[in-house]
């Protein structure tokens, strides 16, 4: 029950209130301490009509007081009892009045109340105040401690707060009874105690809410009109703007300030517009109350039950099964429940808002409410956006499609202003006593829709009860992991971490227990070279053999580089189905030159192909797992983000992309920009235990690609992760910022392996697994204490480091501590060595029919120092775009410059 109420009364309150922030968070770009003076200041100016709403009804009943007072004193000086209880009813029915009208003089104090609770809940947890410091606040998530005396520490942010409260308290009741002043002097003093041992980012944001209310009160003296008012909103908007025009480093921050400014700009034409019809129109439907409301409550009721019942339930019902048993939900009809009660929640608020206010405001409530469903059919259903395949969590599959051109987003808005002006004229014409009948239509059809649908995601739910909740093919339930490990037979493992490199190892092993213990059996090829600088020219060789190195590939002049590329990464799964072996591939770099794989490639092959990194599979679990979701809140995960995710589909098509902070939906509990991309690496290493599937008398090959090396995490991530041991780690080992950040996800990628080898050995699959940990290229400017042959190559125009991976390989039954081979190796050795003393049918590329072990003529290797790394960009290229001087030979030892030429 507790939970129903807090979703009714304080959750949409708490949405506003964390929606705001949001919008800060992107102007500032994470920069905390301005997005609370943001959050306060945007708080106030939305909120202040409210508060304006509240004074006028507290001047009234304080008038009201006043002129009743000598009479009732008189009467409570000649009367008593029951006597003097009827005298007063008597007077206060004459003059219109009832005792319970008093409450009206502390409506500004409820309004507080769950904007308060609001508040303290989101910022009291927020993640981003800890160990955040501002100005004199050295951490905005505990309280400040500014002043200390011995072992006692004292707060004073708090009692600011209260002083500035007691001064804006005093400023405005002056003039005013006693009791008006002690309730506000006593709510001062009230805040100072719940308030005191707080974290100080949340003491700030209402310090800052005083600060405000005090220089109103300050101003309330000051009688200034209307239009002074709307000038000075102007010009602050206007050099805001400006100002995060020249310092933003992004882009966003200067779209949404741009288009707050350009609303701000553009509210006295629409105004006018409205007023020019209305002085057209003598009499309007809306001057009407019981068919203005009638009107309003209908078009607020339409807009709530599409984006609560419609969108979800349509969602829903497009695959039900992936909703069943997920996020605690057994049947997917529980969503809709919660996705039901916010927008009933919202609707309570709505309506509440257009009661407090005149007749002229309702009739604009009702404008706007019109105005919003009318935008929202458009953009939902005009300006749908192609954004491929969504998963469960509600997280696209390629979120680049999110990506709209200007000319597609001016034709939006474009669309949505001539369909102002036309339900404009409407409303204005002669045909809007059809309106309310118009209304009436669309919510029943809603309705309609949302109940087929809850039938259809009802019927669906019950059939796959029937089959324990698992797709069944041919009467067959078939299992849906991406792996398969045998505990009989022989296992291969090519792990291939984009980017990953040799220079970290050392420091790795030196530092981190459990990968030394479980990294056993394995060699480190420290004199290894790639056949290129990204992943398009590296790769290819890297599956495939020699026969597809970026020269072997330009060779095949006759032939499109993407199908030479789709080739390459089908040698291994051919060549292993073809032998009767289980095959799996994950993310499969670049597959038909897509940045998401497209797996259609491998449909013609007996295999398993998924993607898991890219599309962010176990990402939210993972930010769950860190407490952005934490146990006291009611809201999160699928229940939070199904109804954002209606709202992400009405939004205008670029503003979509900010809203949907890559799957985090408008989430202020989350840095705006945290590198997803390292998010969804790393939470699909973590769970590749999760995707096995044990098998028997069957040998299995699975082939893992993970970016957790190529999308390098920021400081600002690793503490995300409570990973801040690792900070003065890379200071002692790396020479820059960028080498400490690749020094991380390299820590972080080598941990979850060593995890999964441990999960190996534990399930007695670990002595028949050949495992080939490797690495498609290096990076430019890393530099570690260590890399001394960096100084040799300068002046030579080659980075070594770009072209140095990591190579590392266990072989069958292989114990002991890692081993160092300093033999010259290259990329296009993993198909040899991925076969090596297997079957003869293994040993032969099954395009060509030539033997792995034939074309190794590694010495010299004849490498690409540079190229475009966008595929998609080369799609219709038959060869790699070189000149002479982007080739380079290397032989022997990689770390000697005299070995590399031109």
């Given amino acids: 029950m507790l939970n129903f109420l807090y979703t009714i009364f304080i959750y949409p309150v708490y949405m506003f209130v964390e929606f705001i922030l949001f919008i800060a968070n992107n102007i500032t770009q994470d920069y905390i301490g301005l997005s609370i003076i943001i959050l306060s200041l945007g708080i106030n100016l939305i909120t202040l009509p409210i508060y304006n709403v509240a004074e006028k009804w507290q001047e009234k009943e304080r008038f009201i007081q006043k002129k009743m007072k000598p009479k009732v004193k008189d009467i409570k000086s000649v009367f008593k009892g029951d006597e003097q209880y009827m005298i007063l009813s008597a007077y ?22 769950p904007f308060f609770i609001a508040a ?58 006693l009791k008006d002043k002690l309730t506000l002097y006593v709510t001062a003093f009230l805040f100072l ?94 001057d009407n109350d019981k068919k203005r409301f009638y009107i309003f409550i209908s078009a607020v009721s339409a807009f709530l039950i599409f984006i609560g019942l419609v969108i979800p339930s349509t969602t829903i019902a497009s695959s039900p099964q992936e909703f069943a048993n997920f996020d605690n939900f057994t049947n997917p009809l529980g969503i809709l429940y919660f996705t039901f009660i916010q927008t009933f929640g919202i609707f309570v608020w709505v309506l509440c808002l257009y009661k407090l206010f005149s007749k002229t405001v309702q009739k604009y409530f009702s404008y706007i409410a019109i105005f919003i469903l009318i935008g929202a059919l458009i953009n939902t259903f005009i300006f749908t956006g192609n954004y491929g395949d969504i998963n469960k969590f509600l997280v696209f599959e390629n979120f680049v499609l999110l990506h709209h051109g200007a000319k597609y987003f ?37 309705l309609t829709i949302a109940g087929f649908s809850g039938i259809s995601i009802y019927k669906e739910y019950r059939r796959l009860q029937k089959t324990d909740l698992k797709p069944v093919i041919n009467n067959k339930v078939i299992n849906n992991k991406a792996y398969k490990v045998s505990r009989t037979g022989k296992n291969i493992f090519i792990l291939m971490l984009d980017r990953s490199m040799n220079f970290f190892i050392d420091p790795i092993f030196e530092n981190n227990a459990l990968v030394k213990k479980e990294y056993t059996g394995f060699t480190l090829f420290k004199n290894a070279i790639a056949f290129g600088g990204s992943t398009n020219l590296s790769a290819p060789s890297l599956f495939g053999g020699y026969e597809y190195t970026p020269d072997n590939i330009n060779k095949r002049d006759k032939e499109l580089l993407v199908d030479k590329h789709n080739e390459a990464l089908s040698v291994l799964p051919k060549l292993f189905s073809e032998n009767g072996w289980n095959v799996s591939f994950t993310d499969p770099p670049w597959l038909n030159y897509s940045w998401i794989p497209d797996l259609s490639v491998f449909d013609k092959y007996d295999m398993i192909a998924k993607n898991i990194d890219y599309p962010g599979k176990y990402s939210q679990t ?34 979509r992309r900010v809203f949907y902070s890559t799957g985090n939906y408008a989430n202020a509990m989350l840095p705006q920009y945290i590198k997803m991309a390292f998010i969804d690496s790393y939470s699909a290493l973590q769970n590749v235990k999760e995707e096995i599937e044990f098998v028997e008398n069957t040998n299995c090959i699975n082939i893992i690609v993970n970016n957790i090396t190529h999308e390098p995490p920021k400081q600002s991530d690793i503490k995300i992760l409570e990973k801040e041991f690792l900070i003065p780690l890379a200071d002692k080992y790396c020479l820059n910022e960028y080498t400490s950040e690749h020094f991380y996800a390299n820590y972080l990628a080598h941990e979850e392996c060593a995890k999964f080898f441990r999960f190996l050995k534990e399930n007695d699959c670990y002595d028949n697994s050949r495992i080939i940990i490797v690495g498609d290229h290096g990076r430019y400017s890393m530099k570690t204490k260590d890399m001394f042959f960096l100084k040799d190559f300068d002046g030579t125009g080659f980075r070594p480091e770009e072209l140095i991976p990591l190579l590392m390989v266990k072989d069958f039954n292989l114990e002991g501590e890692l081993r160092v081979n300093n033999a010259f190796m290259t990329l296009a050795d993993i198909p040899f060595l991925t076969v090596k003393d297997l079957d003869e049918k293994l040993q032969k590329n099954p395009f060509t029919g030539i033997s792995f072990k034939d074309s190794e003529m590694k010495t010299p290797a004849k490498i690409m120092i540079s190229g475009g790394w966008q595929a998609d960009k080369e799609l219709e290229m038959t060869k790699f775009k070189v000149s002479e001087h982007d080739w380079a030979f290397v032989k022997d030892n990689v770390y000697d410059p005299n070995n590399w030429s031109h």
Avoid at 258 to 274: A, Q
């Fill in 92 to 113: 206060y029915r004459q003059n219109s009045y009832h005792p319970l009208y008093a409450l009206r003089s502390l409506f500004a104090l409820f309004i507080q109340i």
């Fill in 120 to 177: 303290y809940q989101l910022l009291s947890e927020l993640p981003a105040l800890k160990e955040t410091s501002f100005l004199f606040l050295n951490d905005l998530g505990s309280p400040d401690r500014l002043v200390n005396v011995g072992a006692v520490s004292l707060n004073l942010l708090p009692i600011l707060m209260t002083v500035i409260n007691l001064a804006a308290s005093a400023v405005y009741t002056r003039g005013l009874e």
């Fill in 193 to 286: 105690i719940l308030l005191y041992d707080s974290p100080s980012g949340l003491v700030l944001y209402w310090t800052l809410n005083n600060i405000f209310s005090l220089f109103k009160n300050i101003f309330y003296k000051i009688k200034l009109s209307k239009k002074t008012w709307f000038i000075i909103a102007i010009v602050v908007a206007v050099v805001l703007t400006i100002v995060i025009a020249l310092t933003a480093t992004q882009r966003k921050p200067i779209f949404i300030a741009v288009g707050f400014t350009t609303l701000l700009l553009i509210f006295p034409f629409v105004k006018r517009l409205l007023l020019y019809f209305e002085s057209k129109q003598k009499i309007s439907i809306f």
């Fill in 410 to 446: 001016i034709l939006n808005i474009l669309t949505l202003f001539i369909s102002i002006v036309i339900v404009s004229c409407f409303l204005y014409s002669k045909f809007v006593k059809f309106l309310p009948s118009v209304l009436t239509i669309i919510v029943i059809s809603f």
């Fill in 622 to 655: 993972l930010l769950k797992n860190l407490h952005f979701y934490d146990s006291h809140e009611i809201l999160h995960g699928i229940r939070r983000n199904m109804l954002f995710f209606s709202f992400f589909r009405v939004l205008p098509s670029e503003i």
